[in-house]
């Protein structure tokens, strides 16, 4: 699970094909099916947003229709209007911020100590981290909201954020790519004074933008996403993050699809967009990794 | 290349990127400063506003857009007061819900609750004792309470709750499908049914008019309605399920009542296997089913579909007069530290709300506020007011803290009976069930 | 001597020296200060609680009450041992892992093998097959149990007009589990696809060519040179799969909350339920223990898979 400097994309050349009919025929039906199913993929999303600018009347029509009549933003407009939800955007934003920036901080300095053999133990250190990745945070619901509330921090983004910093494999990841990095580098630096600190910060930090970019990456999208424990720390509709509120509060007015389904897709956009930004880094950083949980 | 040192200050003025710096931290404080409010709750746990009031409940359909009204009236007649509702998923959900906030020191300010619930949330130190200075403060008084509704509002002699209404297990019937059944007496209402074999007898005749099924009953994904259905046959048979912890069970009584409730869906089969709520709903509704056993509340549906219908008290086919019920009534959760304010607040908002009582009752509850459920405009409610003689004869689950409305008990008694109901058991692998069930349940240390 | 160092565009003058002599530990202080923030978080948050989780499992410990309540020793194992909700809740667990896993595992494979084909576009594929995973589990949900709606639904419709009856896609405890599984399917295939993709990208070319000089044609290649080559990555996203599997909750609980008659409870549920909502907190952690048992034996199993394979290699 390296984390290894971007490549391009591989296109297979052309001498690679025999340009015969066998190889041809095989081309056009991957590209049949893949095309096929990715517009499968496509339908749930693109259903809900057809039932978002719907009037409410037409979205429980028999039989359905893809074509709305009279396409309206109302929906999205009640939504917002109607409750927490962008109190929610915020509270994500605040959360999935701190928690990927003091993860990217934490573990980089950890990983640091641990991959310069800074002090005695560093390897049983090492191994005792690591054994955290075994651990499920589902099996420590209980426990942890018990601690939580020992200290009267229950609903609030204390909660949500401090379980969510201590990544192993954050530390697995830096660590790995830290290895990679010569020694020299910090010999030098070490004559001239420098603290260990200032080494790290100064020097290894700014060396490791692919470490960085890929737990940065990881992290954000699983802290913005995370439903589990701040579903069960996160008691008051003001302070929910987006998962947890869009699950929790039920629209009092009864079953109105469109207004559902324009809360689910004003839930999805934030991540949306940002995936559609930084594609390219989302994946790479993604596939370089692993994952988090 | 990002990795040369940055540049120290140059001679004289800013340098470009101290310059960004400043600006920078500049915006971010003022930014700061208006998110503080918007976040700062977050940080240091919710500050609560004197004239904030947060209300939970778990009301949604048509009883939520009625509770809308009803809260839109109150925010009318009391613009300084900053009305939060917040509706949540019915059932366990909620419950978890106001439990946890409670225990984690920021709960809503007033909420609603099943008052078969208050035997968990009470024990559990839950929720806040309402005193008589307060009740009197705000003109409510116990004589202007139904008598059972009040009475199970209590603990240890203690107020716990307000009730709001009482929403029976009621049965349903089509007018027309009984008038020409035959059902119907000389004052042009439901002729009396006094045992089972005339219950069924008046099923298979509504069956042979509509030609579908005699009763709408949902059994499949509904555990709750099929609890309602057992307990209320069984208490008509003066059975009890707990007392004082133990369980009580009657084989025999309950034997009787799964046989009957065998005999509409097996035997008999005038009322379907396998359905569920929607299912059943939509039944009765197109009028393929003559009659329809349930809760109370979908009377607006069956008056909006426009169908000819009338509301009964469940017909007492055993023994005596019982109905299982369950009543809707507001608490006070639990603060860590009490505030005679928040408390005030949240009483004046009950008090609204039974003022406002004809409107909830619109929805098919009976109002356990008596001036309202007294008053001509009540009685002019039909089919409201044909059953409103049940209030003072329900039945509320039986006394524990995994009983109530949506818990464990109703879930086991759902399961086993539901399965003799479906014909996968017998009625007494049924009631075997059931008391593995409840046993297993009672055994269980109580966390409260 | 003096060396010259290239890193980072400047040149460090390197001089021989000699460190003041400094004791062991002021030399090991930095280093331990560097990790202290991530141990101590660590320690409080990871392994406080799964400590501290299997000291209340001992004990009747009550969400209401505060402290441990009484010792009960190994009461509530013997209990939960007893309770066939649990073992229903275990096997669910097991059957949704069973279920999603080989969709989740070869679907993904044989689309970035169909992927690696081709030339252009592929920012068109990874887009609609990743675009699901960035969705929280709310919005997955919400869409799906719309989609599931009987009579409204679009999956009824349109299996309605292939002739195929009307599926009880959230109130048949038979299908149930297929309706979250499907769903799971959509959401987190992108997942391993990316995973794939970017295992395929790493095989060096030349192999495919001198196995296209001696005239093997496409599906040849991939059956005797990628499929192999990518043994690694498929161990590792199966084991990730079917270790994420065993944690499953959200998309449970949210779209048919266990139900219907607890046909998909799964264990992380009914740990949920036996600690929040019966408040029955030294239960619960017992449940837990046992279902962090179940996924850490799984994980070791991991480990010792990877290393096989990377001494094989």
Known sequence: MAVTAPTTSVRPAPSLDRGDWRTTLFNRVAVGVLIALALLWLVPLAWAVDTAIKPEAETTVVPLTWVPKAPTLDAFRQVINAGDLLHWYVNSAVTAILITATTVLVASMAAFALSRRSFRGHNLLFWFILAGIMVPIQALIVPLFREFNSVGLVNTYWAVILPQIPTPIAVFVFKQFFDGIPHELEDAAVVDGASRFRIYWRIWMPLSRPAISAVAIFTFVWAWNFFLWPFIVLTGTRVMTIPVGLATVQSAYGIHYAQIMASAILGGLPLLVVFLLFQRRIVEGIAGTGLKY | MRDRPPPTTTGPGLSRRAFLGRAAVLAASGLAAGACSYVGPGFSGTTHSSRTLTYWNLLGGGDGVRMQTMQAAYAKANPTVDLRPVTLTWGNPYYTKLSMATIGGQPPDVAIAHLTRLQALVPGGLLQTIEDADLDRHDMHPDDFVGTAWRQAHFDGKLYAIPIDTHPFVLYYNTDVAKKAGLLGDDGALAPIDDPDALVDALERAKRVTGGWGAAFSSTNDFATVWRLFYTLYSQLGGKVLEAGRVVLDDAKAEQVTTLMRRLTVDSQVAPAAMDYGGAVALFASGKAGFFLQGDWELPTFKDAKLPFDMRPFPTVFGQAATQADSHALVLPRLDRPDPERTDLALGFAKSLLDQSLTWAEGGHIPTWLPAQRSADYRRLKPQSNYVSVAEQVVYDPPAWYSGSGSSLEIEAGGAFGSVMGGRRSPAEGVARFRTGLDRLSSAPSPV | ?313
């Open chain 3, 1 to 313: 001597m003096a060396t010259t160092q290239q890193a980072s565009g400047v040149a460090i003058p390197r001089v021989a020296t000699h460190r003041p002599r400094v004791s062991p530990l002021r030399r090991d202080l930095p280093g331990i200060a560097l990790a202290m923030p991530f141990l101590v978080l660590y320690v409080l948050f990871l392994i406080v609680p799964i400590l501290y989780g299997a000291l209340m499992s001992l004990f009747d410990t009550s969400l209401v009450r505060p402290g441990l309540s009484s010792f009960v020793g190994l009461a509530n194992y013997r209990e939960l041992f007893n309770t066939p909700g649990f073992w229903s809740s275990l096997w669910h667990t097991v059957l949704f892992t069973l279920l999603s896993t080989p969709p989740l595992v070869i679907l993904a494979l044989a689309l970035a093998l169909f992927a690696s084909r081709v030339a252009r576009g592929r920012w068109f594929f990874r887009l609609a097959y990743f675009a699901p995973y960035v969705l929280p589990v709310s919005t997955v949900v919400l869409i799906w149990n719309w989609m599931y709606q009987p009579e409204t639904g679009l999956v009824d419709t349109y299996l309605g007009k292939l002739g195929i009856g009307p599926v009880g896609w959230l109130s048949d405890p038979k299908v149930a589990m297929v309706s979250i599984v499907i769903l799971t399917v959509w959401w987190t295939l992108g997942f391993n696809f990316i995973l794939y993709l970017a295992g395929i990208q790493e095989i060096p070319r030349q192999l495919y060519e001198a196995a296209a000089l001696d005239g093997a044609g496409p599906w040849a290649q991939m059956r005797r040179i990628t499929i192999p080559l990518l043994g690694r990555t498929t161990t590792l996203v199966a084991v990730l799969q079917v270790i994420a599997s065993l944690k499953v909750f959200d998309q449970i609980y949210l779209l048919t909350e266990g139900g219907p008659d607890f046909s998909t409870q799964p264990a992380v549920q009914f740990i949920y339920e036996s600690g929040f909502t019966s408040y029955r907190v030294g239960y619960a952690s017992a449940a837990s223990m046992v279902l962090f048992v179940v996924i850490l034996s799984v994980s070791l199993i991991w480990f010792g898979l990877v290393r096989r394979q990377e001494k094989g290699v």
